[in-house]
């Protein structure tokens, strides 16, 4: 039996007319039209053997009726990432889950997934997009958020996701976070 790897490059196209509203956001009209367009290639989770790439065809429709111009987004392909939101979403579920960094997630992201992301990038959505992320994750239980991410109650002021803490008017840096005992925690950080 051959166990070598051989991986595969797959490219799956979205066009425009799969995920843009039939009709104007404005007025209602149907007759629109595109005004201009351009391609995306984005990367997606891929699986051991292949590596998978979206090519996300954008397009800015007119209405000829309101001649309201518009460019509909994708969901799962957000604007200005270079990154599925399925691939983002998991980087960030193995950092705060597993407590992984972004130097292991990108290596696992290599070997399981065929996606290729350099830690920095993985590092600067931590930074970013913590904060909608756990919105998100926990929406209708926001409580279980510090349970699930193993974070720390701050005098009901907040929480620890790493080293930001949140709740606060803005993300504050934490210096250190040292367990004393009975589960009382030491937390230090610069305002």
């Known amino acids: 039996m051959d166990f070598s790897k051989r991986v595969k490059k797959e490219i799956v196209k979205i ?55 518009y460019t509909p987004e994708h969901a799962d392909y957000p604007k200005g990432y270079i990154y599925s939101r399925r691939v983002i979403q998991t980087a960030l579920s193995l950092h705060f889950r597993k407590n992984l960094s972004g130097n292991k997630i990108a290596a696992q992201f ?28 926990f929406k209708a239980e926001p409580e279980k958020a510090l349970e699930a991410y193993k974070s720390l109650t701050i005098d009901g002021t907040g929480f620890s996701l790493g080293n930001k803490l949140l709740g606060k008017k803005r993300n504050v840096p934490l210096a250190s976070a040292v367990k004393l005992s009975n589960g009382i925690y030491l937390l230090t950080w610069w305002e």
């Open 15 to 69: 066009s425009a007319d799969q995920y843009a509203p039939k009709a104007c956001p404005s007025c209602g009209s149907s007759e629109i039209s595109i005004r201009t367009s351009h391609k995306r290639i984005i990367s997606e989770l891929g699986n051991i053997n292949i590596e998978l790439f979206v090519e996300l065809h954008v397009a800015t429709f007119e209405c000829k009726k309101c001649e309201i111009k």
């Open 110 to 137: 290599r070997e399981y997934y065929n996606v290729q992301i350099p830690p920095k990038t993985i590092y600067s959505w931590i930074n970013d997009l913590t904060e909608e992320f756990m919105k998100s994750e």
